[in-house]
């Protein structure tokens, strides 16, 4: 089982800030990918990375994959409340996920 | 174009009762994943079908959970008997490459 670590584990915000938050392994992933989850639902995809060294973004989040492809960072630009929820990073090579950081952003 | 659809949304049984859910896939997806959320925690994966078989179970407690995927479609997941560490969330996904995976809502069960 490789094992991700995600962090920080929470983070409480005031809108307009920036964070980072972290997803880290000592093992080499094809792809890894970033889910949000709000409470009652399931985890919606939000990125998936491939190549090391990739950086996409998707409006205020910016994702980075490592380029030894055993990491990656979300960084958000000017958090905003409905950015609020919990934050997961899951490696294609057996499907298992991390903690989790749970972000909260207040008004 | 329907998600993943799982029933029923929420189960409240007491401990030693047999329980089971149950999990419609995205059609045309032939992999399709079982995972158990505790509360504070992310998916752990239970067990992974590709069509009808059951690829990865290796953390499925079999002494006490089963499931099926028959024709390779639905799936069902059964506790029995249910114990109180069992209460949690039951989420069911699907995909049809490794890395993009489509959850459903989840069934949150409550053991007593």
């Known amino acids: 089982t490789q094992l991700l670590e995600q962090s920080p584990q929470f983070l409480s915000i005031q809108e307009g800030e920036n964070l980072t938050v972290y997803c880290n392994s000592s093992?080499?992933?094809?792809?890894l990918q970033w889910y949000r989850q709000e409470p009652g639902e399931g985890p919606v995809l939000l990125v998936t990375?491939?190549?090391?060294?990739e950086v996409k973004k998707l409006k205020r989040l910016t994702f980075q994959f490592g380029d030894a492809r055993k990491d990656s960072s979300l960084h958000i630009t000017a958090a905003q409340p409905g950015d609020t929820g919990l934050y997961l990073c899951?490696?294609?090579?057996?499907?298992?996920f991390g903690a989790g950081t749970r972000l909260t952003v207040k008004p | 174009e329907a998600g993943v659809v799982q029933s029923p949304r929420y189960k409240i049984i007491e401990k030693k009762q047999p329980v089971a859910f149950w999990c419609n896939p995205i059609?045309?997806?032939?992999?399709l994943y079982w995972y158990r959320q505790n509360l504070g925690q992310g998916p752990e994966l239970l067990i992974r079908?590709?069509?009808?078989?059951?690829?990865?179970d290796s953390q499925l407690p079999k002494d006490r959970f089963s499931a099926e995927r028959l024709k390779g479609v639905d799936s069902t997941l059964k506790i029995q008997p249910a114990e109180l560490g069992d209460s949690a969330v039951y989420l069911c996904?699907?995909?049809?490459?490794?890395?993009?995976?489509?959850f459903g809502p989840g069934t949150r069960l409550t053991v007593l």
């Open positions: 996904a699907s995909s049809q490459s490794r890395d993009v995976w489509y």
């Open positions: 093992s080499v992933f094809s792809s």
């Open positions: 990375v491939v190549t090391g060294g």
């Open positions: 899951a490696g294609d090579n057996d499907m298992r």
């Open positions: 059609s045309g997806h032939n992999t």
């Open positions: 079908y590709e069509n009808e078989e059951a690829v990865d």
